[in-house]
């Protein structure tokens, strides 16, 4: 059973250590413990714990977006300590509820490096739809990395 808990600075510990695992390298854009602690304790971000069992971080998620006129909040990272046991599938379902039912927002968004296929196939399974891509526009080490934008709208989610 997959649960969300705020996250507390405790949790920075947890979330620098799976950024900074080698297999996730080309997949998230790594921030520092100071980044984290201030984005901890702005209101426009969420930060979540994402726990199978009570005090057991199986990942962490993100979210901005909460002073946007729009509406509009962003997925802005979701990282699984142990990808391939529907941890994350079954995450995103319970944030997306959050965000929709919670949060009454218009859209829910995220952007995916077009080279990370297996979390894009996640995010299209659990309803997000692919909008368009930012061409080369992150670069990693000493190549261009382009972005996939995918969303999801209050319409579609309540259709669902």
Not at 86 to 96: D, E, F, V
Not at 100 to 125: C, G, I, K, M, P
Request: net charge neutral; hydrophobic share 35%.
């Amino acid at each position: 059973m997959i649960k969300l808990r705020y996250t507390e600075l405790k949790d920075i510990e947890f979330i620098l250590s799976q950024e900074a695992r080698d297999e996730f390298k080309d997949f998230i854009i790594r921030w520092s413990r100071d980044e984290h602690s201030r984005n901890l304790n702005n209101s426009d971000k969420r930060y979540f714990i994402i726990e199978n069992e009570p005090g057991d971080a199986s990942g962490y998620a993100i979210l901005s977006g909460f002073k946007s006129r729009n509406l509009s909040i962003e997925l802005t990272r979701i990282v699984i300590a142990q990808p391939g046991l529907g941890y994350g599938t079954r995450a995103l379902h319970i944030l997306i509820k959050k965000v929709f039912e919670e949060y009454n927002v218009h859209r829910f968004w995220l952007d995916v490096f077009e080279h990370n296929q297996r979390a894009r196939h996640v995010y299209q399974s659990v309803g997000f739809k692919e909008e368009g891509i930012l061409r080369d526009a992150v670069k990693q080490e000493d190549k261009y990395s382009s972005l996939v934008i995918m969303s999801i709208l209050e319409n579609e989610y309540f259709k669902s």
